[in-house]
T-cell receptor, first 116, second 116 residues
């Protein structure tokens, strides 16, 4: 069975400082990894994904994530945080569970607060 | 190109009633996933459908829950005889179903079900 862990329920960072939201995963075989962001009372918005290739993945709104196979991690990063980045961030892992079903398994989410 | 649409956005039911949640995927998308988000938790996969077919229902409760995605019209998630524990946000996601790996899933705004 696949699983995702987001060890921090909340991350606080000052505006302009770099931010990191941590994610580790467990899956047999090659992982497909995703980051989504959720604003209050909204659906999830896709940020970026890792399927194969370069370990550093660049995504929307200046976010990037680094795939580390030896540490089974996929931490989300941004060089300079904005107040508007404050939201709930979800890491997810996917694999083909058969018949082409790439269901996502999500972590519990990390609430990011960027302090002006 | 309209995004994934879900209705109603909010639904209140009394115990024992039926709840019907609708999801219209993005134009050109033939794959639909349903997820449930309980309070203070991440999203949990429920079911994956393609047009007229249930492909993976491994996340669906064994009783009272059903889903369909007819040839014409939206996908429907149906909950019979609702109980208070069914109160949650239900999200639909669609993907184009490209061959060879997982697609980005595009999420709707969700339906927030409250069972009184």
């Amino acid at each position: 069975a696949q699983s995702v862990a987001q060890p921090e329920d909340q991350v606080n960072v000052a505006e302009g400082n770099p931010l990191t939201v941590k994610c580790t995963y467990s899956v047999s075989g090659n992982p497909y990894l995703f980051w989504y962001v959720q604003y209050p009372n909204r659906g999830l918005q896709f940020l970026l994904k890792y399927i194969t290739g370069d370990n550093l993945v660049k995504g929307s709104y200046g976010f990037e994530a680094e795939f580390n196979k030896s540490q089974t991690s996929f931490h989300l990063k941004k060089p300079s945080a904005l107040v508007s980045d404050s939201a709930l961030y979800f890491c997810a892992v996917s694999k083909d569970s058969g018949a082409g079903s790439y269901q996502l398994t999500f972590g519990k989410g990390t609430k990011l607060s960027v302090i002006p | 190109n309209a995004g994934v649409m879900q209705n109603p956005r909010h639904l209140v039911r009394r115990r024992g009633q039926e709840a019907r949640l609708r999801c219209s995927p993005m134009k050109g998308h033939s794959h639909v996933y349903w997820y449930r988000q309980l309070p203070e938790e991440g999203l949990k996969f429920m079911v994956y459908l393609q047009k007229e077919n249930i492909i993976d229902e491994s996340g669906m409760p064994k009783e009272r829950f059903s889903a369909e995605f007819p040839k014409e019209g939206p996908s429907i998630l149906r909950i019979q005889q609702v109980v208070r524990g069914d109160s949650a946000a239900y999200f639909c996601a669609s993907s184009p179903g490209l061959a060879g790996g997982p697609d980005e899933q595009f999420f709707g705004p969700g339906t927030r079900l409250t069972v009184l």
